[in-house]
């Protein structure tokens, strides 16, 4: 299953990197592939490490402004021009999303991904992994705007929230 993973390009405490560790080591052990940002910075370089380990694959898929930040050892690396191409060939490449604690470029990302779900244009599952409550205020403005009417199809069919690696990969099973 090749799953694309969103997260933090920064280097985090232990209560965010150490479940992202988990999180890498489970995937690689599935004999998954992970498609990512394509970086050696912060949880994306510790992320891809992790996999890498545990004998996944690893499919970058970087962007040519952060070409120097490339991570070298992916079994596959793609350079997209601009970050707009970029982020439609994470979700080309994906059979599922997943989300890891992360800041703007996270947020950009699953965003998107989710608005294009909305209208329908894939039906890719996609999760969100609350590490330590990372996500409890998104889960709030989420749910609000379901309760409110602001979204067209019921939230548990846009995203699923987990709390454990493991979690995570059980949502994923269950929703293929
Ligand atoms: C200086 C530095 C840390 C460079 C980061 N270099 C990067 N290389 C590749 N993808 C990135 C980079 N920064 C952000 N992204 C994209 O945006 C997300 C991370 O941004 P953030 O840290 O959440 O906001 C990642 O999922 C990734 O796809």
């Known amino acids: 299953m090749n799953i694309t993973v969103f997260c933090s390009a920064y280097s985090l405490d232990e209560r965010y990197t150490l479940p ?8 690689g052990e599935r004999g ?19 996999v890498k380990e545990a004998g996944g694959r690893l499919v970058g898929i970087s962007v040519d402004l952060l070409a120097h930040k490339a991570y070298e050892g992916a079994d596959e690396l793609v350079s997209a021009p601009d970050l707009a191409t970029r982020k ?4 080309e490449r994906a059979d ?7 800041g703007l470029g ?4 699953v ?3 989710l608005e294009l779900k909305k209208h329908a244009l894939h039906d890719k599952p996609v999760v969100l992994l609350d590490t330590d409550g990372f996500y409890a205020g998104m889960r709030t403005q989420l749910e609000r705007m379901e309760t409110e009417g602001f979204l067209p199809r019921p939230l548990a069919d846009l995203v ?3 709390t454990t690696p493991a ?5 994923l099973d269950q929703a293929r």
């Open 32 to 50: 998954d592939t992970l498609v990512w940002g394509g970086s050696h910075a912060g949880l994306m370089g510790l992320l891809a490490d992790g």
């Open 160 to 162: 699923v929230f987990a």
């Open 20 to 27: 992202a560790a988990d999180f890498a080591r489970l995937l």
């Open 111 to 113: 965003t998107e991904v």
């Open 96 to 102: 599922a999303v997943v989300v890891l604690v992360g």
């Open 167 to 171: 979690e995570a990969f059980a949502a």
């Open 106 to 109: 996270t947020l950009d990302e």
């Open 88 to 91: 439609a060939l994470l979700l």
